[in-house]
Nanobody, 125 residues
């Protein structure tokens, strides 16, 4: 599967942004999808993940209560709704996919085999 992330941009603190991840090819609904983020000099951080069906979701500590991950398999898309954004959310956001199911022990970048190109989110006044 090939992934294309979009929706990044400049937003003021407290604002919202919605990122999208478009998957090409068939069988998009057989891939676990996740969002990671990275700032220069730091490791890629898990943000949120969603199961094949969308019934199970996982969130990193920084995203809990503010971000929501969802997917629409009919449109081959996954989204990350980000609310109450803070300057600390500034990063390049990547969507990732894998054929395997995720759980609380596999929420790391090295688990995922497929990656999109990243979209930059800047939270600043």
């Amino acid at each position: 599967v090939q992934l294309q992330a979009s929706g990044g941009g400049l937003v003021q603190p407290g604002g919202s942004l919605r990122l999208s991840c478009l998957g090409s090819g068939r069988l998009f609904d057989s891939y676990t999808i996740a969002w990671f983020r990275q700032v220069p000099g730091r490791e890629r951080e898990f943000v949120a993940g969603i199961s094949w069906s969308g019934h199970s979701t996982y969130y990193g500590d920084s995203a809990k209560g503010r971000f929501t991950i969802s997917r629409d398999n009919n449109k081959n898309t996954a989204s990350l709704q980000m609310n109450s954004l803070k300057p600390g959310d500034t990063a390049t956001y990547y969507c990732a996919a894998d054929r395997r199911a995720i759980n609380d022990y596999t929420l790391t970048a090295d688990f995922f085999d497929y990656w999109g190109q990243g979209t930059l989110v800047t939270v600043s006044s």
